[in-house]
């Protein structure tokens, strides 16, 4: 009886190590918003979260629609170019003004802005 009760102690043990390296590998994803002002090279690239998701895919899908929806934005007087990873938005009236975004998704350990300072 001993034995059976042993053995069952450390089924217990093992599937609850196994949950908790499942649950530690299933973090979430931050969409990371970027922008840079070409234009004005005095001004320091902003960098801020602009979306979380669950999964790496839904955030892959959460920027997809961020460049779609910024591509497809039909403001006058502003040019909007999508260059692979990179969205360029132009002002077409002085001063005109050239902006680039990058949208990027990292795991929620992850913050691409640095260390913070103390």
Do not use: Q
Not at 83 to 88: A, K, T
């Amino acid at each position: 009886m001993t034995l059976l009760t042993r053995r069952a102690s450390l089924l217990v043990v093992f599937s609850l190590l196994a949950s908790a390296a499942t649950a530690y590998a299933e973090c979430a994803w931050v969409l990371w918003a970027s922008a840079s002002v070409l234009t004005a090279p005095e001004k320091p690239r902003e960098t801020w979260p602009d979306g979380a998701f669950p999964t790496r895919a839904e955030c892959d899908a959460g920027r997809d629609r961020k460049f779609a929806g910024m591509v497809t934005s039909n403001t006058p007087g502003i040019t909007v170019t999508r260059l692979g990873e990179l969205i360029s938005v132009m002002t077409n009236e002085p001063p005109r003004t050239l902006t680039t975004y990058s949208f990027t998704c990292l795991p929620d350990t992850v913050d691409p802005r640095g260390p913070k300072g103390k």
